[in-house]
């Protein structure tokens, strides 16, 4: 098993920045995947950001040049910077981890969510 944490939600002006971590725990070994979902109210959950053990990365459409995925191998931890927020980023985010086989990524463990909100 694999125990997600995630810290650093909270409420942001438009244009204004914050940073998401996560610390993975547990079975580390089992996982060579990270990554970050988000889910609005009346909305599906949907992929944010990916980033595998070798540090190849992937990006939804919506926020390519806005936040960036990164993490911290000997720590076991995750990060999304989010620059340049807008009131649509308004979701609770989620942590997750699984395991990139060939092209194909399966998650399976999940963080409980940080809220982050995009208001003036």
């Known amino acids: 098993q694999v125990q997600l944490v995630e810290s650093g939600g909270g409420l942001v002006q438009p244009g204004g920045s914050l940073r998401l971590s996560c610390a993975a725990s547990g079975t580390i070994n089992s996982i060579n995947a990270m990554g970050w979902y988000r889910q609005a109210p009346g909305k599906q959950r949907e992929l944010v950001a990916g980033i595998t053990s070798s540090g190849n990365t992937n990006y939804a459409h919506f926020v390519k040049g806005r936040f960036t995925i990164s993490r911290d191998n000997a720590k076991n931890t995750v990060y999304l910077q989010m620059n340049s927020l807008k009131p649509e980023d308004t979701a609770v985010y989620y942590c997750?981890?699984?395991?990139?086989?060939?092209?194909?990524?399966?998650?399976?463990?999940w963080g409980q969510g940080t809220q982050v909100t995009v208001s003036s």
């Open positions: 997750s981890a699984g395991r990139t086989t060939g092209r194909s990524t399966t998650y399976t463990y």
